[in-house]
């Protein structure tokens, strides 16, 4: 096992069983919550959260408006205004529940308009950091978070710059650590493990002064641009597969200098799916022919939630088996095939 990992992300579920979690042991456990419109048995309201679950709760994702500030994404649920759902207030009103824990609000992340050759554009220029950082405290303690998570995807990468952006992301968490010193704010930083890009994207020295934690993407290493099936959440390497576990991605943070006890591994409360080539081969490295079919609920084709997942394996004829290399199980049903 990773007995250099200290500290744990985890993607928030209904009710998943754990004890709960305190701070006096030191260990992390971070919960990430997803705004936005979900129904069915994929629904899952603020209101539904179990605070004691976590030592530390992320609200993903706002974005950046053109001038460097921070802004609401889908201010309907995020904010009060409007008539608007107030997901905010409700999330960081789970702390008159539980005194020990501790908000972030994320930013960045996936949605189309968080890209990164924007980011890139943007932070080139200091007096759009200076903006972001500014904007960031105000929302922040008018909304009560104790922290940001920043999750720029990724550094020189898709699009991005690689002579200039690892310099500006550096640059930038220089600001923000300066100004949270100040109010004892938390800053994390999101950020991939992969060989080929870590020079491109990141110093790690400097981002290991700079931050609290660094949250490793440490999952999606298989889906539909992979040569052959494979989990994607995997704990160790499939043959030569480069960079496609948890072990892989942690050390090469670890090798270039990070700090094991600043390291969050994240877990992903979801399926990867594959549509195999052949029924009979459903091993880790069979070939398929596609990615999964949609399911009823997230309808994007090559990805299950936790939910639709359990309903499957109770409804259905689904084999389950264990992967002895990766260290995880997976399971299939005729061509459909997912990891666990």
């Known amino acids: 096992m990773l007995s250099i990992i200290l500290l744990l992300f985890i993607l928030i579920l209904p009710d998943f069983n754990v004890s709960y979690a305190t701070n006096s042991d030191g260990k992390k456990i971070f919960c990430m919550y997803m705004n936005g419109e979900r129904k069915g048995i994929v629904r899952f309201k603020v209101d539904f959260i179990n605070e004691h679950y976590c030592t530390h709760m992320i609200y993903a994702y706002l974005g950046i408006d053109d001038e460097g500030k921070i802004k609401s994404l889908k201010p309907n649920f995020d904010l009060s205004e409007n008539y608007g759902r107030s997901n905010i207030k409700k999330f960081n009103n789970k702390k008159h529940h539980n005194k020990s824990l501790k908000t972030l609000v994320a930013v960045g992340g996936f949605d189309g308009t968080e890209s990164s050759n924007r980011y890139s554009a943007l932070f080139s220029i200091a007096e759009n950091q200076q903006r972001f950082v500014n904007s960031t405290i105000?929302?922040?303690?008018?909304?009560?978070?104790?922290?940001?998570?920043?999750?720029?995807?990724?550094?020189?990468?898709?699009?991005?710059?690689?002579?200039?952006?690892?310099?500006?992301?550096?640059?930038?968490?220089?600001?923000?650590?300066?100004?949270?010193?100040?109010?004892?704010?938390?800053?994390?930083?999101?950020?991939?493990?992969y060989t080929h890009l870590m020079d491109d994207s990141y110093i790690v020295k400097d981002i290991m002064e700079n931050v609290d934690y660094v949250y490793l993407f440490s999952y999606d290493f298989y889906g539909y641009w992979s040569k052959h099936i494979g989990v994607a959440s995997a704990l160790y390497t499939y043959e030569n597969d480069i960079d496609s576990s948890v072990d892989?991605?942690?050390?090469?943070?670890?090798?270039?200098?990070?700090?094991?006890?600043?390291?969050?591994?994240?877990?992903?409360l979801f399926g990867r799916t594959f549509t195999l080539k052949y029924n009979n081969q459903t091993d880790v490295g069979s070939p398929f022919i596609g990615i999964g079919?949609?399911?009823?609920?997230?309808?994007?084709?090559?990805?299950?939630?936790?939910?639709?997942?359990?309903?499957?394996?109770?409804?259905?004829?689904?084999?389950?088996?264990?992967?002895?290399?990766?260290?995880?199980?997976?399971?299939?049903?005729?061509?459909?095939?997912?990891?666990?």
């Open 293 to 340: 079919q949609k399911t009823e609920y997230v309808q994007y084709e090559g990805l299950m939630s936790y939910m639709e997942l359990c309903t499957r394996l109770l409804e259905r004829s689904w084999t389950i088996r264990w992967d002895d290399t990766q260290k995880n199980p997976y399971a299939y049903d005729n061509n459909q095939w997912v990891w666990l």
């Open 248 to 268: 892989a991605i942690v050390n090469n943070w670890i090798t270039r200098g990070a700090a094991p006890e600043k390291l969050l591994m994240g877990i992903p």
């Open 138 to 193: 105000e929302f922040l303690i008018k909304n009560n978070f104790d922290g940001l998570a920043l999750h720029w995807i990724y550094p020189g990468d898709r699009g991005g710059n690689p002579d200039i952006d690892k310099y500006s992301f550096i640059s930038l968490l220089k600001k923000l650590k300066l100004e949270f010193l100040k109010r004892n704010f938390i800053l994390v930083t999101i950020c991939h493990g």
